[in-house]
């Protein structure tokens, strides 16, 4: 605790309307700051409905004028809300902006607490601490830095296509780095979109073949993130380009490897397993870029040493057994993550039989079916390929709003579904059934579409349904597959007889999602979806300045929301190099030599590579241009040497004694 | 003109500090010509009432080493204090708590429960030590154990802090020569509150070892490491050494010789709690991104108290013998 007895402190408890007042007796906050902490230089203490409007702001800046404060405590919200805003009022009022702290009474208690008494208790505890925390804050000084003009766009299916689209047409550079061997995502998979039926390939393929060839995107398939270093304006990205054994400079994307080349592989992922592709292949005869790749794990040549029908066949000698994956090192300023979404395996709800009833598809399935470019040129058949079916039924919500797989909703499967049963309708004339639990059609002309495919005939029967099974009760149900739902409408059990069932299945998180956002330094959801800086204002940005996020990455979309937030995206990148440089917050770590053993535990942490090891003097330096003020280092320094500023160890073991302090006042 | 007067007490402690200062060999007989000893129960016979009958301050320097374990350490405290003019924190007990200081994990009746019941004990009557005791001769008693370690400065003010398990003689030495110069006028004390016979930084700085970069994969003990590479840092083989986080002085004697660390010189200069900063330096060497796998790794300090506190469990952040409400101190 800090006897010095000149600082002249002011404190400001926040009501945020009911938010904190409701759970937080804030006039008692207010008595406590000003008679039990007057010891500690607190000379001013009030409470107002709202700090951060600008009467509430003005406040402040007239106490700082009028009362001489040197010191400010804020208590209201969270620091990544409100500690800007009030900082800046500060700074207007002549005090340097990191002389004011924000104690979150919202967050960390009015919002975790319901014991208005215990949670008034704790907020007092908490501002003691902010207030002893402040008393050993030092003044410091903003830096700016450079943005660099590239920007790094992961992730090529709609979104990512737009959000490049979108930057490379304002004249600004992008490097586009798609997993796969072609970009396009999922939506280059699917026959018609929902509500309008335009032919997804008509409207995608343009986009694919514009960002492919576009002067501004340098297009980077079968390629993968692997590092990200650096901060906003200035990211160092490694990527890895895997061998796609071909040398693109030389293919000319004739297909007469793919032709030739005698291996036939069940195509996993385009054709989602309903269709074959050669082992060296495209996805699709629209793939941006042309370039195939071999498919090593099926290749005669990789398997067997033999073959090689593909090279022989080559007319311009492009194919390179011999090519390894290369690393390349871009700088960038700003990053787009639009890494997208995996499809909810079906077979987890084994009750449904997927898998293991061959005439249960599931809807990305389906969508390759209906494709008239699709292994089955558009014919809507069972398993066995040629029969058509005379019943179908399309079962909503598979994997999605249910609470043994994901709790969410997955935000097209609906009309994804209706989509379906006109196709079917369309197509084959046939009895459609569709059980659903709840119908979503908000959006622009989807209700509409609904309507249409009520009026076409469709049965829809609301309830989710038990089971689908082939084991027959009666004659009548031999051979069929039997979908066992309770209809809530009418409040029975019915049994149905169908031909074909479609699962209509959600999306989830990448598989990988949790790792992709610990390289690029974002979090994620309790669901795994990347989380948003604000879920409402602010949906395309992230924690981390400079990653933005697009698309299905932050959860269920469909596509118009996807190339919004694409679009959004790059409007935010390009308004960072519009503006030229950042502001960084200055804090930094720095060592202290004559305390440093050089025990080299430092030396590989920092993310910045800002540290190093001088092998003269045995001693570790830091180099403050580079250092982002992670704290990294000072946390894991076991000598104490580092200390960080705006951190620093007097503050921190300040704010804890503050915390400890007995805060109830004498009288009270 | 009397020698200035000189005293060595001890509490809650081994005797090992006592040998340190013997062993420091002749020059103990620069202690004598300068000194009168007025107080050292382990070389020489007084009582405490020679102390009381003593003027305050009468005694120059008085060395304590012992954590403060019971009533009677506690109370010798106040009276060393009053009776010094420079009262010294000496070793590793009276500095951090020490091997007593581990005490804290446990309550005190669980602490006396073990020690009077262990198998090697021979305790028939399953009888415990009792403060008061009626014999014929009438009352006795024995000091009571307080209900935790506390280091010297948590009870009294101190002048000056030397660690160590027990302080190096060399260190030792190097102290009564420059309390020696100070009473001849040939040199000035230290601030207040200064750790002497130690340097600033940590073990590494005078450990020979080779240090690289450091990625563990997993801990081992010492004698699961076969053998232990005498040119590389201990660290980086995967031994759990303390000496990154220990404050240099005994010129890495342990290290040196093929053993790890294990903190008896305490944190180095201004850090707060030796093992909170020891634990976040080993989970940052951890080479592994991999949830369960880090857990397998920490899973190979087998005993993280011992590992981390064992000098400095009594004088660490969250046993820190103040009360938690700062304005309730007493």
């Known amino acids: 605790m800090s006897n010095d007895k000149t600082n002249k402190i002011g404190v400001y408890v926040c009501h945020c309307g009911t938010n904190i007042s409701h759970t937080v007796d804030v ?64 700074k207007r009022a002549g005090l340097n902006p990191y002389l004011t702290e924000l104690a979150s009474i919202r967050e960390q208690v009015s919002w975790v607490h319901t014991d208005k008494e215990a949670a008034t208790e704790k907020a007092k505890a908490v501002v003691t601490g902010a207030v002893e925390r402040v008393i050993e804050n030092e003044p410091l000084e903003e830096l700016k830095v450079a943005i660099h003009p590239d920007t790094l766009v ?129 996805s699709s005869a629209q793939a941006v870029p042309k370039y195939p790749v071999i498919d090593t794990e099926n290749c005669n040549f990789f398997q067997k040493g033999t073959c090689k029908v593909c090279e022989k066949s080559c007319p311009t000698e492009a194919i390179d057994y011999e090519q390894k994956e290369e690393f390349l090192t871009v700088d960038v300023g700003n990053i787009i993550l639009a890494t997208g979404y995996d499809l909810f395996d079906a077979r987890k709800v084994s009750n449904y039989g997927y898998g293991r009833l061959p005439n249960v598809f599931t809807s990305i399935e389906f969508e390759r079916m209906c494709n008239a470019a699709g292994p089955t040129s558009g014919d809507i058949v069972l398993r066995d390929g040629k029969t058509t079916p005379k019943t179908v039924g399309i079962i909503h919500c598979v994997g999605s709003r249910d609470r043994n797989y994901n709790n969410y909703c997955s935000n097209i499967c609906c009309m994804q579904s209706l989509k379906f049963a006109h196709l079917v309708k369309e197509r084959t004339g046939d009895t459609v059934y569709d059980f659903y639990i709840d119908m979503r059609t908000p959006m622009k002309a989807y209700d509409e579409f609904y309507q249409r495919v009520l009026e076409e005939g469709t049965l829809f029967v609301r309830g989710k349904v038990a089971q689908v099974t082939d084991a027959a009760r009666k004659a009548s149900e031999e051979g069929k597959l039997m979908v066992q739902v309770e209809d809530t409408l009418i409040g029975k059990q019915r049994r149905i007889p169908v031909d074909m069932v479609i699962l209509s299945i959600g999306m989830e998180p990448r598989h990988d999602a949790k ?14 979806w990347f989380t948003e800086k604000h879920a409402k204002l602010d949906p395309i940005s992230t924690m981390t300045e400079g990653i933005f996020i697009a698309g299905t990455a932050t959860g269920p979309k469909d596509i118009p929301t996807s190339v919004a937030q694409g679009s959004a995206a790059a409007a935010r990148v390009l308004n960072m190099i519009m503006r030229g440089e950042v502001t960084l917050e200055p804090i930094k770590a720095s060592v202290y030599q004559g305390q440093c053993s050089g025990c080299r535990i430092c030396n590989s942490l920092c993310p910045f590579n800002a540290i190093t090891f001088l092998e003269d003097r045995k001693v570790s330096e830091i180099n403050p241009a580079l250092c982002q003020g992670c704290g990294t280092c000072v946390a894991a320094c076991p000598a104490g040497a580092i200390s960080g500023t705006g951190f620093s160890n007097d503050q921190i073991l300040a704010q804890i004694d503050g915390l400890l302090m007995d805060v109830t006042l004498a009288d009270a | 003109m009397s020698k200035p007067k000189f005293a060595m007490y001890w509490s809650g402690s081994c005797g090992g500090c006592e040998i340190a200062v013997i062993n420091i060999h002749e020059k103990i007989l620069d202690v004598d010509a300068n000194f009168d000893i007025a107080f ?48 010294v924190s000496f070793g590793s007990c009276a500095t951090e708590g020490c091997i007593p200081g581990l005490g804290n994990l446990f309550p005190v009746a669980e602490l006396i429960d073990t020690a009077y019941t262990t198998l090697t004990t021979d305790n028939p009557d399953n009888i415990r030590p009792q403060t008061v005791t009626q014999v014929p001769e009438g009352e006795i008693t024995i000091p009571a154990m307080k209900d935790r370690v506390h280091t010297l400065a ?19 030495a190097a102290v009564i020569d420059l309390v020696i ?71 890495a004697r342990c290290p040196s010789v093929g053993a790890q660390c294990i903190g008896c010189y305490g944190p180095a200069e201004g850090v707060v709690d030796y093992g909170a900063r020891l ?13 369960e796998e880090i857990e397998q790794i920490l899973d190979g300090i087998p005993d993280p108290a011992g590992q981390f506190y064992r000098f400095n469990l009594a004088d660490s952040l969250f046993q820190a013998g103040a009360p938690a409400f700062k304005k309730n101190e007493v």
């Open chain 1, 515 to 528: 790792e992709t956002g610990k390289l690029f330094g974002i979090g994620c959801s309790a669901n795994g």
């Open chain 2, 279 to 291: 634990i976040t330096a080993f989970a940052s060497v951890i080479d592994s991104k991999d949830p």
């Open chain 2, 181 to 251: 110069e100070v009473l001849q006028g040939k040199a000035e004390l230290p601030p207040k509150g200064a750790v002497i016979g130690a340097g600033h930084s940590t073990v590494c700085e005078e450990c020979p070892r080779q240090r690289n970069l450091k990625a563990i994969k997993a801990f081992r003990r010492i004698q699961d490491v076969a053998p232990l590479d005498p040119e590389l840092c201990i660290l980086e083989q995967g031994v759990p050494c303390n000496g990154p986080a220990t404050r240099s002085g005994c010129k």
């Open chain 1, 154 to 282: 992961v992730g090529g299916g709609i979104a990512g296509i737009q959000a490049a689209l979108e930057i490379a047409n304002a004249g600004k550079k992008v490097w586009l780095v798609e997993r796969e061997a072609s970009i396009g995502g999922h939506m280059a998979q699917f026959d018609k979109t929902f509500p309008t039926l335009d032919c997804a390939a008509c409207i995608l393929t343009p986009r694919m073949f514009e960002a492919g060839n576009h002067p501004n995107i340098e297009l980077m398939t079968w390629s993968e993130v692997t590092n990200v270093a650096g901060y906003v304006g200035n990211f160092s990205v490694t990527i890895k380009k895997k061998p796609r054994y071909l040398k693109e400079e030389l293919c000319t994307g004739c297909r007469i490897c793919i032709e030739k080349c005698p291996t036939k592989v069940v195509d996993q992922g385009y054709e989602a397993g309903i269709g074959y592709r050669k082992a060296i292949y495209t």
């Open chain 2, 154 to 172: 948590q009870v009294v003010d101190v002048d000056y802090f030397m660690p160590g398990c027990p302080p190096e003689s060399h260190q030792i």
């Open chain 2, 40 to 87: 050292w129960p382990v070389a020489m016979d007084a009582k405490v009432k020679d102390v009381e009958a003593l003027e305050d301050e009468e005694i120059l320097l008085c060395l304590w080493n012992g954590s403060i374990r019971n009533e009677e350490n506690e109370h010798m405290a106040h009276l060393m204090r009053k009776k010094s003019k420079l009262l």
């Open chain 1, 27 to 90: 006039a008692k906050v207010r008595d406590w700051a000003a008679e039990g902490l007057g010891s500690e230089g607190v000379v001013i203490a009030r409470d107002y409905k709202f700090m951060c409007s600008s009467p509430g702001q003005e406040l402040i800046e007239q106490d700082i004028k009028e009362l001489g404060l040197d010191r400010v405590v804020v208590a209201a919200c969270s620091p990544h809300l409100h500690e800007l805003t009030f900082r800046n009022a500060s």
